[in-house]
């Protein structure tokens, strides 16, 4: 039977009205159409937790089978619908807790005014919000209650990317999320993700190098990057779009991100988000393999057996409790730490109090796990602030809008950097504007180049006028028509003689115009655990910690100081991939 949700739902509630609901919540309304079976693989009560995984696989498919997929729930009416989110296809009890209030994960990052049905349902208490180390301890003792060759821990990017590497190698994997859906930060990822020598850059004639990569990096990095990490980031780059595209993911399209002497973030074509795209592509990937990806399951614990090496995790799954798997091989991939604020107080206290744009998953839990067994951290305490969050919210606006042209202006419409800078001195340079915010503005011509750019406005965070008169008028900066028009003059020159920005691939000439008023927020940790070339975990005598290995954003040392956008993605890629591969390897060795 398929119910279209939001109709029949109010309908089936009518009908029930009256009756003796035992609870407001979703369960409730169910139970009355049929039993507990209707949601589960059992009706009977005492059978139900048993018969429950962590990512409610069956009672997912149920809501499926009643309701339709995503695409059946659009409701054209609604001016944010939640069933067509970037977030993809997420599991339905993500937002839909049935026996407690709903969640609407939208609002982790958004402000949407929305009514979810049973919003009025009773909170309950979170089943991940202690930390039970009594419970750790009993797992332990009590021994793994099953076995896998790999365990990667976080199903971002570099996580996916892991644990395909390691199935195509050979290994049994496991991943765990601890959240109810999979992307993590990269889900977020705007941009795209840098490479050399592709062909796509070939095609478009662009000319590049693996020392030019190296070089922007480095300096991007103020040279605290470990340059062994840093050259295979390069050497390693082109492959990881060869492998992406393998995989499903077309990435076609060239941009420049700040810092970067050529055209080599590479994202999908259309000019479309890397991050949902991506990690859209990578879930298809691991569902056609049938790999075994859990969520609502939270690594606690690296377990170590008596030498040291890695004897598996004490994961805490949201139906299942507190269990040891064993594994010869965990690969750390749980993001950085940008979203927990202690951890942001401890180490940066500058930047406390600034907005993210990370997702809520990013509270830097590799990093704990990994410093409680010994592991040495690398240039922990460098955080990025990115330049452009949209201003009192939590939406990056990507530096690819710089990129493929809008300028960059101060609250009078004057410009004060070279909008096309790395992101710490473009960050650096709006703090210290006295109102510690800027202005990007473009034309037409920017948005029918970047598609991303219609999901700013259809948030509402743009001004558009017809005129940039008229555009100076309602944002208040008096000075844009002069900036604009010296603009349009050294586009047409091709030289900035006030700022030498060096790539100015749009005028600002086309209506409507258009100014997104922005400041900056923390977006990245740089810094995170320490590893070698083959991404090894190293201890404090650096040493590697048998078994253990990490990548992507919860590591330090690929992009030092300061990471250049773009990076991140390939970070995860490449060093994803090498993470998955070796750990594979030396768990079929041990075996
Ligand atoms: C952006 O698009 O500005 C973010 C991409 C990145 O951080 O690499």
């Known amino acids: 039977m398929k119910i279209k949700y939001l109709a029949s739902a109010v309908a089936l ?26 949601c589960h693989v059992t009706g009977k009560i005492k059978d139900i937790k048993k018969s429950m995984t962590d990512s409610e696989t069956h009672e997912n498919a149920q809501c499926q089978d009643c309701h339709g997929g995503y695409a059946d729930l659009v409701n054209d009416k609604l001016e944010f619908d939640p069933h067509a989110s970037h977030l993809g296809e997420i599991n339905c009890t993500s937002c839909h807790t049935a026996h407690a209030k709903p969640q609407l994960t939208c609002n982790n990052c958004h402000n949407f005014e929305m009514e979810m049905p049973f919003a009025d349902a009773k909170e309950k208490k979170k089943w991940d919000g202690d930390w039970n180390q009594d419970k750790i301890q009993k797992a332990i003792a009590k021994g793994p209650v099953e076995t896998v060759d790999v365990i990667v821990v976080g199903g971002g990017s570099a996580g996916f990317n892991a644990a395909i590497a390691a199935d195509m190698t050979g290994a049994n994997v496991v991943l765990f999320e601890k959240a109810p859906y999979t992307g993590g930060n990269s889900m977020l990822a705007a941009g795209g993700m840098n490479a050399v020598g592709t062909p796509q850059q070939k095609a478009k004639g662009i000319e590049d190098k693996e020392e030019w990569y190296i070089e922007d990096a480095m300096k991007g990095g103020r040279y605290q990057n470990d340059p062994k990490l840093v050259q295979i980031l390069a050497e390693e780059s082109a492959d990881a779009v060869k492998w992406l595209g393998e995989l499903g993911a077309d990435m076609s399209e060239l941009k420049r991100s700040g810092g970067q002497q050529a055209e080599r973030t590479h994202a999908p074509s259309g000019g479309r988000s890397v991050g949902p795209y991506l990690i859209d592509t990578l879930r298809k990937v691991s569902v056609d393999r049938k790999m075994d990806v859990r969520v609502n399951s939270r690594v606690e614990k690296l377990v170590l057996n ?189 030289k900035d003689t006030d700022f030498e920005r060096p790539d100015m691939p749009l005028n600002l000439t086309k209506a409507p115009f258009y100014a997104v008023k922005v400041a900056p927020g923390i977006h990245h940790t740089m810094g995170g655990i320490a590893i070698d070339t083959d991404t090894n975990v190293l201890n404090l005598q650096s040493w590697k910690m048998e078994g253990l290995f990490a990548a992507g954003e919860v590591t330090g040392g690929v992009h030092g100081y300061n990471r250049l956008g773009g990076n991140a993605i390939a970070d995860t890629v490449v060093f994803g991939r090498i993470a998955g591969e070796n750990a594979a390897k030396h768990a079929l060795e041990k075996k």
């Not at 839990?365 to 969050?389: C, F, N, R, Y």
């Not at 109102?435 to 001004?463: C, I, P, T």
């Open 13 to 38: 509630m009518m009908l029930t009205s009256g009756s003796a609901m035992a609870k407001n919540d979703l369960a409730s309304f169910h139970t009355e159409m049929g039993d507990c079976q209707t």
């Open 306 to 494: 008596d030498d040291q090496s890695i004897a598996g995790v004490v994961v805490h799954g949201r139906h299942t409790g507190y269990n040891m798997v064993a594994a010869k091989s965990v690969v750390l991939s749980t993001g950085g730490y940008g979203l927990n604020k202690e951890m942001v107080s401890y180490y940066r206290p500058t930047m406390r109090d600034m907005t993210s744009s990370n997702n809520v998953t990013a509270t830097g839990d590799g990093v704990l796990l990994a410093k409680e067994i010994g592991a040495s951290m690398t240039d922990i305490d460098w955080v990025q602030a990115h330049p452009t969050i949209g201003k009192d919210s939590r939406i990056l606006i990507s530096e690819t809008v710089r990129g493929v042209g809008a300028i960059m202006v101060n609250k009078d419409g004057d410009r004060f950097i070279n909008e096309l800078t790395t992101r710490d001195r473009a960050s650096d340079a709006i703090l210290k504007q006295p109102e510690q915010f800027a202005w990007l503005v473009f034309d037409e011509q920017l948005v029918a180049k970047k598609e991303m750019v219609r999901g700013y406005e259809h948030l509402n965070m743009l001004s558009k006028a017809n005129t940039v008169e008229e555009l100076a008028q309602i944002t208040g900066m008096s000075d844009l028509p002069n900036t604009v028009k010296a603009y349009n003059d050294y586009q047409v020159s091709g």
